[in-house]
């Protein structure tokens, strides 16, 4: 199996391991394959849209999501580290308002199943990273919405030792309690 896929607390949520084939020279693997994928996670996805950003050290991008057209995201880091946080914004799940985050890296190779309905964002932990991510849908920037990143109701444990820089509509986002949210379970 080209990818090992690991649950997290929250079940859609999935954290995959590409299997990377590596010796003195560098290393291969596939970063995405369609056919694999599914039989891996049992989801059959139309990706539309990759994105590629670059980030500096302390820099916390989100945590983002889109009311309308909401997106399912794969992300992953090919250079420095970053913490990238989840937090479910369904309110017909068992697992509404938690949160659950994940060290990606270039190193570990890891990629994250972010499913619709959820809020995601992450804290660059390295002098800097860059981070791709596929989506399931296109950006809408009408349709963007920003959950506050230190919400003390959600409480994600951003790790310590990094001060967070943010841009203005990250220091603008709404606490939960404030912000749409996905309320007929079908995220769309």
Same mark, same amino acid.
């Given at each position: 199996?080209?990818?090992?896929? /690991?649950?997290?607390?929250?079940?859609?949520?999935?954290?995959?391991?590409?299997q990377?084939?590596?010796?003195a @020279?560098?290393?291969?693997?596939?970063?995405?394959? !369609?056919?694999?994928f599914a039989?891996?996670?049992g989801?059959?996805?139309?990706?539309?849209?990759?994105?590629?950003?670059?980030?500096?050290?302390?820099?916390?991008?989100?945590?983002? +999501?889109?009311?309308r057209?909401?997106?399912?995201? #794969?992300?992953?880091?090919?250079q420095?580290?970053?913490?990238?946080?989840?937090?479910d914004?369904?309110?017909?799940?068992?697992?509404?308002?938690?949160w659950?985050?994940?060290?990606?890296? !270039?190193?570990?190779?890891?990629?994250?199943?972010?499913?619709?309905?959820? !809020?995601h964002?992450? #804290?660059?932990?390295?002098?800097?990273?860059?981070?791709?991510?596929?989506? /399931?849908? +296109?950006?809408y920037?009408?349709?963007? @919405?920003?959950?506050?990143?230190?919400?003390p109701?959600?409480?994600?444990?951003?790790?310590?030792?990094?001060?967070?820089? #943010?841009?203005?509509?990250?220091? !603008?986002? #709404?606490?939960?309690?404030?912000?749409?949210?996905? /309320?007929?379970?079908?995220?769309?």
């Amino acid at each position: 199996m080209p990818y090992t896929v /690991t649950s997290t607390p929250i079940p859609e949520v999935l954290i995959l391991e590409p299997q990377v084939f590596g010796d003195a @020279r560098g290393f291969f693997y596939e970063s995405f394959n !369609a056919r694999d994928f599914a039989q891996a996670t049992g989801l059959v996805l139309s990706f539309v849209q990759d994105n590629h950003s670059k980030s500096a050290k302390g820099v916390l991008r989100g945590l983002h +999501y889109q009311i309308r057209h909401p997106q399912g995201k #794969l992300v992953r880091v090919v250079q420095g580290e970053v913490f990238d946080v989840v937090v479910d914004l369904r309110m017909s799940s068992p697992t509404f308002g938690q949160w659950h985050g994940v060290h990606l890296s !270039a190193d570990n190779h890891r990629q994250l199943w972010v499913p619709p309905g959820f !809020a995601h964002g992450f #804290l660059v932990l390295s002098e800097s990273a860059e981070f791709l991510y596929k989506t /399931t849908d +296109y950006w809408y920037p009408e349709h963007e @919405r920003s959950l506050l990143w230190n919400d003390p109701d959600v409480g994600v444990q951003w790790p310590t030792g990094v001060t967070p820089q #943010l841009a203005a509509k990250d220091l !603008a986002g #709404l606490l939960l309690r404030d912000a749409e949210v996905f /309320t007929d379970g079908t995220t769309g």
